[in-house]
């Protein structure tokens, strides 16, 4: 009979942290406390008749950027950008060599990927100029960065695991009761 109680609290516990960590685990891992951001990149400026490709490192996803259209990135999954003459073909995937001998684009910001849950940022905007080819490498120049996002946003990331803590909570409270309660009985 003493083990029934440890049991069930324990397969409580088992439930409570499935359940808080499922929504976390869907996407990317975040750490506790944080909630996810979207990062895109916007390049500003002249081509100069070079089509952009932006491709990871690790996965899929090659995908050609056009100036003055968001596209997104990932520091996790190594995007690069490279610069590929007109009539050039693009790949379908990265893979080691198939870009190589391209004119690979230097320094791409970091992303950033999360923030604290009391933060409101839901979206940054980061723009980028072309500053022209030197040395195989295509150059570019931070001009801007926009972070957007709402109180409202952040509060709404933090409700559903409060409310599913608060739920735990009890029911861990609930079979203390249930269990003292039994004790007093036997």
Not at 63 to 69: A, I, K
Not at 74 to 98: H, I, N
Not at 132 to 143: F, I, P, S
Request: with cysteine; proline share 6%; glycine share 10%.
């Amino acid at each position: 009979m003493s083990r029934s109680p440890r049991l069930a609290s324990l397969l409580c516990a088992l439930v409570a942290l499935v359940a808080l960590a499922g929504p976390a685990l869907a996407r990317d891992v975040l750490p506790p406390g944080y909630h996810d951001v979207e990062h895109v990149l916007v390049l500003e400026g002249d081509a100069h008749g070079w089509r952009l490709v932006a491709a990871p490192t690790a996965g899929f996803g090659v995908r050609e950027v056009r100036v003055g259209e968001p596209f997104e990135f990932s520091s996790k999954y190594g995007t690069r950008l490279w610069a590929f003459a007109a009539g050039a073909a693009v790949p379908e995937r990265w893979e080691a060599g198939t870009f190589e001998g391209h004119a690979l684009v230097a320094d791409l910001p970091a992303e950033v990927a999360s923030v604290p849950l009391r933060n409101p940022v839901q979206r940054v905007e980061t723009h980028l100029a072309l500053e022209g080819l030197a040395d195989g490498e295509l150059r570019l120049r931070r001009v801007s960065e926009t972070r957007t996002g709402s109180v409202r946003g952040a509060l709404g990331t933090m409700l559903p695991g409060a409310l599913i803590g608060a739920l735990v909570a009890l029911g861990v409270v609930a079979l203390l009761v249930v269990r003292r309660g039994r004790a007093r009985t036997d």
